[in-house]
């Protein structure tokens, strides 16, 4: 793994990965692609929650522009951002987005792969892309309207609107602000309460949770039917009944 591009730090429950390329504003170039890919297989063969942030200030101002100039028709059909976004997506455990200044292009759709997303005041995150002659290719056409509903997310991708932090907030595309030395403490906290869950439950959560509709309610009862047979699940309980004297 390129640590370089992409800084990480492992800890028994989570790993917190920070895009570093402050000096570009973390634009994403293919090195760090590759690091998240890494990144990604280590974490499907040794589940922990992911922490993303940004260096210097900014989450990722968006795509490297000069490498993305060189790109022709074959690399746009292998999907070079999308896919490593497909598989952050994927993961077993939660992904957390900590966004600080910019979000933009394939910032965004980073930050749109996560599955919970906090701010600072000075987010600014959109897709700018048919400025540059092309369309935001790696998740923003169904995942920001997954997220915000059609019509805001029709007029973010047709017009380049970026929003603000409050902005975002009242889209729900973000579900806290924080002040920018805060952010990290706020991202950790929201791993601290996942961190005393139970790992294979909250696995299979967010398996449930990014099922399609017509999936359920068959998935809810095939992953429960699991959790109902695990020692934990006993375990817990009788825990909990026991704390509020109950048996």
């Known amino acids: 793994m390129d640590e370089t591009h992409l800084l990480v730090e492992r800890r028994s429950d989570r790993v917190i990965a920070r895009l570093n390329r402050p000096e570009r504003r973390n634009a994403i170039d293919r090195e760090t692609i590759d690091a998240l890919h890494a990144l990604c297989a280590e974490l499907e063969s040794d589940p922990r929650t992911l922490v993303l942030a940004g260096s210097g200030g900014d989450f990722a101002a968006g795509a490297d522009i000069a490498q993305l100039r060189a790109r022709r028709a074959d690399d746009a059909r292998r999907g070079i951002n999308a896919t490593a976004f497909v598989r952050i997506r994927a993961l077993p455990m939660p992904v957390i987005a900590a966004l600080d200044g910019y979000a933009l292009g394939g910032g965004a759709e980073l930050a749109y792969a996560a599955d919970i997303r906090i701010a600072t005041p000075r987010l600014t995150i959109g897709n700018p ?7 935001a290719a790696a998740g923003a056409t169904w995942r920001l309207r997954e997220i915000v509903g059609e019509g805001l997310a029709a007029e973010m991708l047709l017009t380049g609107r970026q929003l603000t932090a409050d902005e975002a907030l009242a889209a729900r595309l973000i ?22 869950a139970d790992p294979l439950a909250i696995q299979h959560t967010k398996t449930a949770l990014r099922a399609p509709r017509d999936a359920h309610p068959a998935i809810d009862g ?23 004297g109950r048996r």
């Open 175 to 196: 579900s806290g602000i924080h002040p920018p030395d805060e952010l990290m403490a706020a991202a950790h906290a929201i791993a601290d309460r996942i961190a005393v």
């Open 222 to 244: 095939e992953l429960q039917a699991e959790l109902f047979e695990r020692p934990e699940k006993m375990q817990r309980m009788t825990e909990f009944l026991e704390r509020t």
């Open 129 to 135: 892309e048919p400025n540059l002659a092309i369309l």
